[in-house]
Nanobody, 123 residues
Framework: AQLVESGGGSVQAGGSLRLTCTAS????????MGWFRQAPGEEREVVAT???????HYTDFVKGRFTISKNDSQKALFLQMSSLKPEDTAMYYC??????????????????WGQGTQVTVSS
């Protein structure tokens, strides 16, 4: 696998988790990368993205609670999630859009995906 997520789990509302996406290809870190999620019965949606220089972008529903970051030397993308809510429950995916280096929030059209890591938040 070229993108491998880890760090998911089950937490209570208000808790925190840190997701890690490890890339097997260093060049992925030079492109737009992001975290997406999909809840049962719902469409996949963007959570946060990072430009190749690490500039972050967030959707309104995670702004102030989640932090996206990357470490090029580790070939890793992170998502620090705090103040988790039950509605954050979903499968979280790491993704790369190799057609662009700057993402914006909704511009990313990933062409590489990880297998996902489950996040479950109980009330």
């Amino acid at each position: 696998a070229q993108l491998v997520e880890s760090g998911g789990g089950s937490v209570q509302a208000g808790g925190s988790l840190r997701l890690t996406c490890t890339a097997s290809v260093w060049s992925y870190l030079t492109y737009c990368m992001g975290w997406f999620r999909q809840a049962p019965g719902e469409e996949r949606e963007v959570v946060a993205t990072a430009d190749s220089d690490g500039t972050p972008h967030y959707t309104d529903f995670v702004k102030g609670r989640f932090t996206i970051s990357k470490n090029d030397s580790q070939k890793a993308l992170f998502l620090q999630m705090s103040s988790l809510k039950p509605e954050d429950t979903a499968m979280y995916y790491c993704a790369v859009d190799s057609s662009r280096r700057n993402c914006g929030v909704f511009a990313a059209r990933p062409n590489y995906w990880g297998q996902g890591t489950q996040v479950t938040v109980s009330s």
